[in-house]
């Protein structure tokens, strides 16, 4: 049985977040790890499961450069979690 993956990916640190330092103003999921943004490393790790058809990523753009072998869909950042996980389940249903 084939899947949609949602990636909450719309975190962005404010000054007071350990973060912060990190992020240069984006997402967290932009933050490099070991050569690349974290949120590459779970679409790398996506792309490998078999029962993930396409990929919903809520919070960034496709200017982010996210590369992926599966269908990548944008959403952008409903303000919050909430919000993003019901948008995300719902474009998961119209795909």
């Known amino acids: ?18 973060l912060y330092a990190y992020s ?3 997402s967290k999921a932009l933050i490099d790890v070991a050569g ?5 490393w779970v679409v790398d790790a996506l792309n490998e499961a078999k029962s ?3 990929i919903i990523v809520i919070g960034l753009s496709q200017k982010t450069g996210l590369v ?3 269908p990548i869909h944008y959403i952008s950042n409903q303000g919050r979690m909430l919000a ?3 948008i995300g ?3 998961s249903l119209e795909l």
Request: net charge neutral; proline share 11%.
């Open 1 to 18: 049985m084939k899947m949609n993956a949602i990636v909450l990916a719309g975190g962005i640190p404010q000054p007071n977040d350990p």
């Open 36 to 40: 690349k943004p974290m949120v590459q």
């Open 68 to 70: 992926s072998e599966k």
């Open 24 to 26: 240069k103003g984006d």
């Open 84 to 86: 993003n996980i019901v």
């Open 52 to 54: 993930v058809d396409q």
């Open 89 to 91: 389940s719902e474009k």
